[in-house]
């Protein structure tokens, strides 16, 4: 438990006391009901009702930071007490073994970096595997006991998905973990395998059938639509299959040869070693061909999000890919150890050394949160002095448009945004167009305590015409009135 507390902290130890934050919070801060209404819209009803249950419907940016972490590390030492409950005694891993790639993944660093929502994503990740084990505790049971189980694991499974529904890529992930683990080394009859897998698939389709279910409720109570957020990502019925496999097979060369700070070739190679250890078990026979399919199923299941949208998902999405790794790492090691007499030392090395590299690359990017946010709450003080010096006061009556964005000036140590996803990125930066630059902008600078008006979308048109004659900031004139707008021009 130290040894995955030491790396747990070395990738979020600036989260857990920390007050930063990226892309989103400001909304969260400044405007929370219109982000509520948002998850609604999204089918996120379970993340709404987790906050309120647990008392974080009102957002405290250092309270959802700190806890963040705290339940990360409880989702973490979840997920290996499943792992070592199924597996029969002779083959247990340590817990450590998994639970330091998974602390360690920027896959799972950029979702966690959304503190909005973090603590309950954290939450999320634990009920999965709270449920898998409740499917797995009912199958030993009979009567009350295995009934309560089950019902257990449906619920869990219920509220993971009405929380983020990309849970569902984790709980068939588990399915397949457990498979895995729990039929190495032990002779089990297909109908047992067989009852564990039909187990898991019943679950999943009744937790997912009550959430689309209480989904289209909660929407026809509430007279919305469903988001076109997520459909708009999707490309299947938009681009030709030849389009959608060219690009399917891009994100996946991107993701297999380690391209970028959230990838990594040793992951590639750890899964092949998976399946080299897969194929020497068959030898042994110790497992059957099955055994080696979900393997080559895990191995691959990191394209699951790629595959269902047609296209290159957000990095935050792809939880699989964090989890199928740090399952691979977990195996290898646990065959090792029982290998060789050396093996514990081998596997304690080469596991630690895997934390250490993916875990620096998680430190550095909420680094460069931490100073890339410094960077923009000091230059919110130097636009709201800029306005001020425009005589309208603290709180003038005449909207404030923001026109174009602001990169900042990090040092040598922080990430260029060009390598980044969102989290650590500039909210002065993150502009698609000027209502969305003005909108994130006017919605950060009120989180700084700093108040302006919001112009209309007329406004905002006849501003983009006015900046073509204004210099840029920081120049003289790149804050100005004109026609009855504050305009500021990046």
């Known amino acids: 438990m130290a040894v995955s507390g030491f790396f747990l902290l070395l990738g979020y130890g600036l989260k857990l006391f920390g007050n930063t934050f990226s892309i989103d919070t400001q909304s969260m801060i400044s405007v929370p009901d219109a982000l509520y209404d948002s998850w609604y819209e999204l089918g996120r009803y379970g993340l709404i009702l987790l906050k309120k249950v647990t008392g974080l419907y009102w957002y405290n940016n250092a309270l959802s930071s700190f806890l963040t972490v705290v339940c990360f590390g409880a989702a973490a030492l979840a997920w290996s007490y499943l792992l070592y409950a199924v597996a029969p005694e002779k083959n247990r891993s340590r817990p450590a073994f998994f639970i330091i790639p998974l602390v360690c993944s920027p896959v799972l660093a950029e979702q966690l970096g959304f503190l909005l929502q973090g603590p309950e994503i954290a939450l999320s990740m634990m009920f999965v595997a709270l449920s898998l084990l409740c499917v797995f505790r009912g199958s030993s049971h009979s009567g009350a006991k295995r009934a309560a189980c089950y019902i257990t694991a449906l619920v869990l499974a219920f509220v993971a998905f009405s929380v983020y529904l990309a849970m569902v890529t984790l709980f068939i992930a588990g399915t397949a973990f457990i498979y895995v683990v729990r039929f190495t080394g032990d002779e089990r009859k297909s109908k047992q395998r067989g009852v ?42 938009k681009d030709s299959v030849g389009d959608i496999a060219q690009a399917v097979l891009l994100h996946a060369k991107d993701m297999y040869t380690g391209s970028g700070i959230f990838y990594t070739l040793i992951a590639s190679v750890t899964f092949v070693l998976f399946l080299v250890v897969l194929i020497v078990r068959i030898g042994r026979h110790d497992i059957g061909v099955i055994s080696l399919l979900i393997g080559v199923a895990i191995c691959v299941s990191p394209m699951l999000m790629s595959v269902i949208l047609g296209s290159t998902p957000s990095v935050r999405t792809e939880l699989s890919y964090a989890v199928a790794f740090a399952f691979a790492v977990f195996y290898i090691a646990g065959y090792v150890s029982s290998l060789i007499p050396a093996g ?24 460069t949160e931490a100073v890339t946010y410094g960077q923009d709450v000091q230059l919110s003080y130097e636009i709201k002095t800029r306005i001020d010096d425009l005589g309208y006061g ?7 448009v923001f026109v174009g ?10 990430y260029d945004s060009s390598q980044l996803a969102l989290v650590g990125r500039s ?46 900031w920081p120049a003289k004139g790149s804050v100005a009135v004109h026609d009855g707008l504050i305009i500021v021009n990046f």
């Open 196 to 237: 564990w897998v039909a187990l898991c698939v019943v679950c999943f389709a009744c937790a997912y059938a009550l959430y689309a279910a209480i989904n289209r409720i909660v929407m026809s109570v509430l007279g919305i639509e469903p988001s076109s957020y997520t459909s708009d990502q999707s490309r299947w019925g």
């Open 427 to 472: 909210l002065y930066e993150i502009t698609f167009s000027t209502a969305h630059g003005t909108w994130v902008k006017n919605q950060f600078l009120n989180a700084q305590g700093v108040k302006y008006e919001y112009p209309s979308s007329a406004q905002m048109d006849k501003a983009n015409a006015i900046v073509q004659s204004m210099p840029h």
């Open 394 to 400: 603290e709180t003038p009556e005449l909207p404030v």
């Open 405 to 414: 964005s602001h990169v900042p000036q990090r040092n040598k140590d922080c």
């Open 344 to 367: 514990l030392i081998v596997s304690w090395v080469c596991v630690a050394a895997i934390g250490l590299n993916q875990g620096f690359i998680v430190n550095r990017i909420f680094y």
